[in-house]
């Protein structure tokens, strides 16, 4: 099943115009895009004047999704479909459903991923949600590079460079190390990253250049997944390095939209920015900046969390 929504005018908030780009607009793909990274993501394309495909697990949080992103940017084109990444027949379906709507994919962004039910040791999993875990990111990022290889594959090629490119959100070797999540989430992601770096391996082979495969990364973003199960002290960490969703979005995409070259890793910050945020915040920097010593969250206008449904969350760090 799916939706869109098409209208003229701009964006209702005033904060900035329509930004529409000249000539043919670029054809987007976020999977998991119902909320956080995904949907903020979502408003900065529609902003830039992109024709955009969503999709999501529950047909509830996607039809609220599209809603409002129809009244954050009137003139924008989005489509959507309920899809579950991990399912194979699904996963062929959004990709045909995609090319219907808006023809060529010139951006597909694997950002769905799940980080499962629980942050406990691999012997306290349930086997169910293990395998929810790898199927949902590793078997679903790989499943819909595919999917998303074949569409390019058919588009008019380039000459010489990329002129399509996919995004991968796995983690790099610090995000791997430095994750408090669970067994699964972190080899899954981390599997998510040699999977980027092996599929461009085969497109040099194949002598394939009109495809860029490159690797996503946001860093900390403030959302319900972030936020579940997380101490005071993480908690107080995230004041100094964490970002909310519309943050990273507003920088990421008009990199995503300009991006070159044949693959790599696209990062929100450089990880010796982090850093320095880190070491500034043992003198203040940003105290208390979404919460407080004890780690209660700063009720604060303007630092809303993007609440994720824990079980079916969507994933976006690393």
């Not at 043919?24 to 995904?38: A, E, H, Y």
């Not at 107080?236 to 995409?253: G, I, K, W, Y």
Request: with cysteine; proline share 5%.
């Amino acid at each position: 099943m799916g939706w869109n929504y098409s209208t003229g005018a701009y964006m209702q908030d005033g904060r900035r115009t329509s930004g529409l780009r000249q000539g043919r607009p670029l054809g987007i793909v976020i999977t998991g895009g119902t909320g956080g990274l995904g949907r903020a993501m979502a408003r900065e394309f529609l902003c830039a004047g992109d024709k955009v495909v969503i999709c999501g697990r529950e047909n509830a949080r996607l039809e609220s999704a599209l809603k409002a992103l129809k009244a954050d940017v009137p003139s924008g084109e989005v489509y959507a479909m309920v899809c579950d990444v991990s399912d194979p027949r699904q996963a062929a379906e959004f990709t045909s459903f995609a090319v219907s709507r808006i023809g060529i994919i010139d951006r597909w962004i694997n950002n769905a991923g799940t980080a499962g039910r629980f942050r406990r040791p691999l012997w306290e999993l349930d086997p169910f949600d293990i395998d929810e875990t790898c199927r949902t990111n590793l078997s679903g990022t790989m499943m819909l590079c595919a999917e998303a290889l074949k569409v390019m594959r058919s588009q008019a090629p380039s000459s010489g460079s990329p002129i399509y490119h996919i995004f991968n959100m796995g983690f790099s070797f610090a995000g791997f190390r430095s994750s408090p999540t669970s067994v699964p989430h972190r080899a899954s992601k981390r599997a998510v990253t040699l999977t980027s770096a092996l599929i461009r391996d085969e497109l040099k082979s194949a002598r394939i250049d009109s495809i860029g495969i490159h690797e996503l990364s946001p860093g900390l973003v403030m959302t319900g997944l972030l936020l579940r199960d997380a101490s005071p002290g993480q908690r107080r960490f995230f004041n100094a390095v964490a970002e909310l969703p519309e943050t990273v979005a507003a920088r990421l995409v008009p990199a995503i939209r300009s991006i070159r070259g044949t693959g790599g890793t696209l990062r929100y910050r450089p990880v010796i920015l982090m850093l320095l945020k880190l070491l500034a915040s043992v003198f203040g920097y940003r105290k208390d900046r979404y919460f407080d010593s004890e780690g209660r969250r700063r009720p604060t206008p303007g630092n809303q969390v993007h609440q994720q449904v824990p079980s079916r969350s969507f994933d976006s760090s690393g």
